[in-house]
């Protein structure tokens, strides 16, 4: 009872300090007055501030967005709504740095558990930050795609992997690092398709803007640039083997432009199509173009003879996007149906899958009718054969990435690219307890104002929606999908971003001819014994990489050439599968080359025979060699611009002692003369 009557005196207190406008700090009912026992009668007090404890972050125009607090090192850091971050010391509001990292707001910020770094994130425009407060300096600096990613493409040699987005701006990525090296910004629309050149050192980018563009990977720069007769929109692009032939289909016109990558001059228009061309590609090897077209048809040209006749063959739907198979002696198709279908060179159907099903539906948020019924407006947008030809990879308008065999024409693997449901067209069902006479809560504006009676509804089909609306979603899908040179990765563009599925993440155990006398003891005591041969071929059998590199390691370099002419040729493949990811992880660089140029050169014949089967292991090799030649040529360089440069110092701090050497040189020279006439003139005396 005293404890009540406590409380509501305190009440009263309270309400008449709020009426009084006092400052106080706390504010004690009648009751505490009374002695009393400390802790048996707990009286909540009412706080407040006095203008001594109050501190202001003053910015202009901004809020704040985030903070972060070590408590070691007693750092409050503060990000605003203007992109600029403060750094302050604890418990006296010392500021101790004041920057500006980005145009937009700051999102998130962290402290490492040292609390010498700072971490910041920018949603709006893609960005990532690394800084060092101490010595004020960047250490990571990097930048995405603040839009949707519409292409990709591989390397050669699969060390990088180039991006297009709706940005307008074209990014490089090394796939080792999972970093952007360079960005491109000469584009002022969306870009459509992106390309490597057969070296690897030159990009070419369609866009919307009516240009397509080349880039120098060694200069970082834009050194050719073509153009239509008359504006048109680019929407796909292709590149022959020799790199000469740039060709790309408009959306607008209807036509097929085709350039020299030497002079950038217009040399061929080919016209036919009723509709927006999708997708062009040229045949591997050779000269003959193929492209598809919404008007329904897949058109054969032959760029470099114009006179040969034009061959064409119709499809069921909408043509969406076609790809080569390695060999070129097929080509696959996808449909605004779903599905797709497989020609020869003749232009005969070889055959055909239905993957609408394999899509899964999903149901946005404001779509009208179940997401069975959504099915309809499902397609793959993006094809892709592996390296040996033998699978095809597909993606689309769905969180489904499909794998189908080619020959059997069977599904053989699914990926979810996202379990993110902050995206539209995730979920297969939606919630009932969210959805009103008025339409899904989430789409409901709850402002009172006189637009929420002709609120517009999203119709079936529709991608994009109204954007003018105050709350939009972005619908999960895979725009590109392309598979690494080395066959051991495939990479997708989708709108969670960039996607890289690997097999060298996991490892996997994969014996060959496997027989109980082949174990790792076995395959020791052999090495013990100098049974080189056998030993290699066990670890081989095994398939155990440490195993293997522990085995190769401990050949003499000298009868690595006798070795390797000795090996079979069936352990032989096997091996130069595994040299590839050997040199990339060791530092025995010259003994690996002996190895790699030892192998080559002992089954040369039997390499170039099997050359589609073995062209992943050869790019891998390839891909690893080409990165530790860049590796030691930096260092080599910077070792020789060292050493020159201390010279040079050595040489500029050093000029009186280089002639007083020579002055001493000099006496030395005179007093050997006048020793030598002295003995000459006693001899004559």
């Keep these: 009872e005293e404890t009540r009557r406590a409380l509501s005196s305190g009440e009263d207190s309270g309400s008449s300090d709020d009426d009084d406008g006092d400052n106080r700090r706390s504010i004690e ?43 070691q090192r007693k750092l409050l850091v503060i990000g605003f709504s203007n992109g600029v971050f403060a750094l302050y010391d604890m418990p006296h509001f010392n500021q101790i740095h004041s920057l500006s990292i980005s145009q937009q707001k700051v999102s998130s910020v962290a402290i490492n558990s040292t609390g010498d770094w700072l971490a910041f994130g920018c949603r709006s425009r893609g960005q990532l930050l690394v800084w060092e407060w101490a010595s004020e300096s960047y250490l990571m600096k990097q930048q995405g795609h603040f839009y949707d990613m519409s292409c990709l493409t591989y390397s050669p040699d699969g060390q990088y992997l180039a991006t297009g987005g709706d940005d307008s701006k ?167 149906d779903g599905s797709i279908s497989f020609f020869n060179m003749d232009l005969a159907q070889t055959g055909s899958v239905e993957g609408r099903r394999d899509l899964g539906a999903g149901r946005r948020d404001a779509d009208l009718v179940t997401a069975k019924q959504t099915e309809g ?55 009932s307890a969210n959805m009103t006479e008025a339409g899904p809560l989430d789409q409901i504006d709850h402002e009172d104002s006189d637009s929420d009676t002709d609120r517009r509804k999203i119709l079936p089909g529709v991608a994009v929606g109204d954007m003018s609306s105050r709350r939009t979603r972005p619908e999960i899908r895979t725009k590109s999908v392309q598979f690494s040179p080395t066959g051991r990765a495939w990479a997708a563009a989708s709108t969670e971003g960039l996607l890289i599925y690997s097999l060298d993440a996991s490892v996997v155990f994969d014996p060959m001819e496997l027989d109980v ?16 041969l056998s030993a290699v071929v066990m670890s081989l059998r095994l398939n155990e990489l440490p195993l293997i590199q522990e085995v190769v390691e401990s050949v003499p370099v000298d009868e690595v050439e006798l070795l390797c002419t000795q090996l079979p040729v069936k352990y032989a493949e096997r091996l130069l599968k595994c040299l590839g990811g050997l040199v990339e992880k060791s530092r025995h660089l010259q003994f690996y080359l002996a190895w790699s140029g030892s192998l080559l050169q002992a089954h040369a014949r039997v390499f170039k025979e099997h050359s589609n089967a073995l062209m992943p292991s050869l790019q891998s090799l390839q891909k690893a060699i080409s990165q530790k030649y860049e590796d030691v040529e930096k260092l080599c360089d910077e070792n020789m611009y060292a050493m020159q440069y201390l010279c040079h110092i050595s040489k500029l701090q050093c000029p009186d002692e280089d002639t007083a050497d020579g002055d001493d040189d000099g006496d030395d020279e005179n007093r050997h003369e006048e020793s030598d006439k002295a003995e000459t003139g006693g001899d004559s005396e």
């Design 29 to 71: 009912p009648p009751s505490k007055r009374a002695k009393r026992t400390p802790g048996k009668n707990l009286v909540p007090l009412r706080w407040s501030l006095s203008e001594d404890d109050k501190h202001l972050f003053i910015q202009d125009k901004a809020n704040i967005t985030c903070s972060a607090f070590h408590k």
């Design 170 to 336: 074209v990014k490089v990525w090394n796939t080792l690092t999972g970093f952007c090296f360079v960005t491109f910004t000469e584009h002022t629309g969306g870009i459509t398709a992106i390309k490597f050149g057969p070296s690897g050192k030159v990009i070419i980018s369609a866009s919307q803007d009516g240009t397509v563009r080349a880039f120098d990977l060694h200069r970082y720069r834009n050194f050719r640039t073509f153009a239509s007769p008359r504006p048109a929109q680019f929407s796909c692009l292709a590149l022959d083997a020799s790199g000469e032939l740039v060709c790309a289909g408009s959306q607008d016109t209807f036509e097929i432009f085709v350039w020299s990558m030497q002079t950038g001059r217009l040399l061929e228009l080919l016209s036919g199509h009723a509709g927006p061309v999708s997708s062009v590609a040229f045949q591997p090897g050779t000269s003959q173009l193929v492209s598809c077209s919404w008007d329904k048809t897949v058109r054969v040209w032959d760029v470099l003879n114009r006179s040969s006749a034009l061959q064409s063959a119709q499809v069921n739907a909408d043509a969406v996007s076609l790809t080569f198979r390695p060999d070129g002696q097929q080509f696959a198709v996808s449909t605004l």
């Design 377 to 431: 407006g499902k397609c793959f947008t993006g094809l892709c054969y592996t390296a040996d030809g033998s699978c095809l990879l597909a993606g689309g308008r769905s969180k489904f990435v499909c794998i189908y065999d080619v020959k059997q024409q069977v599904l053989v693997k699914k990926f979810v690219i996202s379990h993110n449901r902050s995206f539209d067209g995730m979920q297969k069902f939606l919630n």
């Design 517 to 532: 006398d082949v174990t790792p003891s076995r395959i020791r005591s052999l090495l013990g014994q100098g049974e080189m």
